[in-house]
């Protein structure tokens, strides 16, 4: 556990649990392969964690209260992920405790880095604890499922071949890796993208041993370059140094790159009116020993 925010973490005081990391994820490719019957999509993706992230601090109270303590823009408490996480497992398990979590955004919202998912899964990791309510990882999973698609791969906790709706999860091994990402200044709403008339909906099953970055693509990458033309620019500026891609249903993307240099030097090199940033991957979630 080498995460810089874990530096305070597991100290004295068992009433607050300060700098929890609630790391991002890449799609490292993302197809659509076939829809439920209540709207779902079915999905075949590759998730890579990432070495940045969003960090909380929950600090316990004993009346049962769950108090967001830090403001979140255009995201009202009673919408937050993180409260609706914390009620679910206090629901879920009859626990009488609560918490005070203040929640430090640094991921931009609706990128498909999986931020508000990434903060859920970091919460109920983090209450199971400070709560002492004992579920496994596998409960844990489940129930993060009730919040949304992608909030089970952050229980799961390493690089994962997704499959389901994205909560069938194998371990993926993949080398460490160093990539640049982009956000046009756009966000893209997932529900928007997956209701389009215009997604390709069919593309054949692939097994998890020939993912390749080069046969795989993002069958949502298409309805948003036409909706959002800024994520379309956002790739063709991109793809001048490496193959570039959107991660999830956007509006990030991204370029692996084959060092820390030419990541720094791409994300330097970004037009002003894009933000860019060179991450690291992290094949295993910084609160991992925690299940
Ligand atoms: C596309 C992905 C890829 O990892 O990531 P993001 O781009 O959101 O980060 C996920 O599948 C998103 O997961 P998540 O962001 O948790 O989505 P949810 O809240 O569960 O769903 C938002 C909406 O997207 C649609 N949706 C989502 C997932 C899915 N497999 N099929 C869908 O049709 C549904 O209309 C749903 O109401
Ligand atoms: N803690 C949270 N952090 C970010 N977004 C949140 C949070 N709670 C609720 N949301 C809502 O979820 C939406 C999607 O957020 P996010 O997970 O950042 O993007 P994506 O699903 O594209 O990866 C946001 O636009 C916001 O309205």
Redesign the pocket.
């Known amino acids: 556990m080498d995460h810089p925010a874990l530096s305070g973490l597991g100290t004295a005081d068992p009433r607050r649990l300060l700098g929890c990391p609630a790391p991002a994820?890449l799609?490292l490719f993302?197809h659509v392969v076939g829809?439920r019957a209540d709207?779902?999509?079915?999905?075949q993706?590759a998730?890579r964690l990432l070495d940045w992230g969003d960090t909380l601090d929950f600090t316990l109270r004993t009346d049962g209260e769950i108090r967001r303590t830090s403001d979140v823009a255009g995201v009202p408490a009673e919408h937050d992920l993180v409260v609706r996480a914390a009620r679910l497992l206090q629901a879920h398990t009859g626990c009488r405790l609560g918490a005070d979590i203040a929640l430090h955004k640094v991921l931009p919202m609706g990128?498909?880095?999986?931020g508000?998912?990434s903060d859920a899964a970091t919460t109920l990791i983090a209450l199971n604890r400070l709560w002492d309510t004992g579920l496994t990882r596998t409960e844990l999973q489940t129930l993060g499922l009730q919040?949304?698609?992608?909030?089970p791969v952050f229980i799961f906790g390493c690089d994962a071949f997704a499959e389901g709706?994205?909560e069938a999860l194998q371990p993926l091994e993949l080398p460490p890796a160093w990539y640049v990402i982009l956000s046009p200044g756009v966000s893209v709403p997932?529900?928007e993208?997956?209701?389009a008339e215009d997604l390709t909906r069919n593309t054949p099953l692939i097994k998890m041993a020939d993912f390749a970055a080069s046969t795989t693509r993002n069958d949502?990458q298409p309805v948003a370059c036409n909706r959002y033309p800024e994520v379309k620019s956002a790739i063709d500026w991109l793809a001048q140094f490496a193959p570039a891609r959107m991660?999830?249903?956007?509006a990030c993307v991204f370029a692996e790159v084959a060092s820390d240099d030419d990541a720094e030097r791409i994300a330097a090199s970004c037009p002003e009116r894009w933000a860019a940033w060179k991450v690291r991957s992290a094949s295993r979630h910084p609160l991992y020993e925690w299940l």
């Open positions: 994820k799609n993302l829809r709207g779902y999509h079915l999905l993706t998730f990128g498909g880095l999986g508000g998912s919040l949304g698609a992608d909030v709706v994205g997932t529900a993208i997956f209701c949502l991660t999830g249903s956007g």
